[in-house]
């Protein structure tokens, strides 16, 4: 099957690419390189060849829509995005021009090639606002109400695909997922918590917890994100699926987790919050157990070792 992978040089996006080689597929990885990196595509080019392809392409380009066009792909994976909230926050105008307008030429491509679906990355971390602490772990029935520019345009592209599979036939499977963690995760950025951890722990340095350290986050390993997209090329039609553990993990214990595993003791330093910091998150994945057959298979320590044996061997 002939693919496409948007912000497939990236973290997630690269991970992606080497699982649908691994099935057989054909992919075309389109990536600005803006925060992507073409070393998560180096094995994956070395061993197969022909069959995978890159170009270099802002989606804010109009040139997006033609390299789709002509791709002709069955399914379009659609990850490129400005993904961290405090950008949002300080450049909505600029979030907005990657998030929305260039989500909207990925589809316009999708549209012109024929293609059947659009598998899209959305952010259960921010289209559902701040929770109520008894909504936890959050439905896709809850009100999505999201307090940040970036939560806003992962809402608007969600109804946008809803309106092209209503106007034009063009399915969608839309996944929102928790706090992705795992090889590759680039250590800048909000999200990035455990690549962060794992490179100031193995290199003997202090880690800095905002607040309390009693935040928590719902921590979903890569590969079992990259499953439900994987499940998501005939499955999930027309729905938004929520895709993490449902388990709460505060940043202490993650720390803790993490600081035991590579077996330090305690350094952690604590700073002062960090304003507009959602107190708790987990997303409940019932229904895309339901609609995708999916489940979370690697439990955080699992990951956790696996994260940190990466970036031992990338040191």
Known sequence: MQTVVTGGAGFIGSTLVDRLLADGHDVLVIDNLASGNLDNLSEARATY????????????????????????????????AQADVRVSVADPVFDAEVNVIGSLKVIKGALRAGSRKVVFASSGGTIYGEPKPE?????????????????VAKKVVNEYLFAFKQLHGLDFTSLA?????????????????????AGRLL???????????????????????????????DRGSGLVLNIGTGEETSVNTLYEVMARAVGVADSVIHADPRPGELARSALDPTLAGKELGWVPSVSLPDGVARTLEWFRRRR
């Open 135 to 151: 909504a936890l772990p959050v439905r896709e029935d809850y009100p999505q109400q999201p307090v940040s520019p970036y939560g």
């Open 49 to 80: 060849g022909e069959h995978v392809e890159f170009a270099e392409i802002d989606i804010r380009s109009d040139d997006v829509v033609e390299v789709i066009a002509r791709r002709q792909p069955e399914v379009v994976f659609h990850l490129a």
């Open 177 to 197: 997922l928790a706090n992705v963690y795992g090889p590759r995760q680039d250590p800048h950025g909000e999200a990035g918590v455990v690549a962060i951890f």
């Open 203 to 233: 290199a003997g340095e202090g880690c800095t917890i905002f607040g309390d350290g009693e935040q928590t986050r719902d921590f979903v390993y890569v590969e079992d994100v990259v499953d439900a997209f994987v499940r998501s090329i």
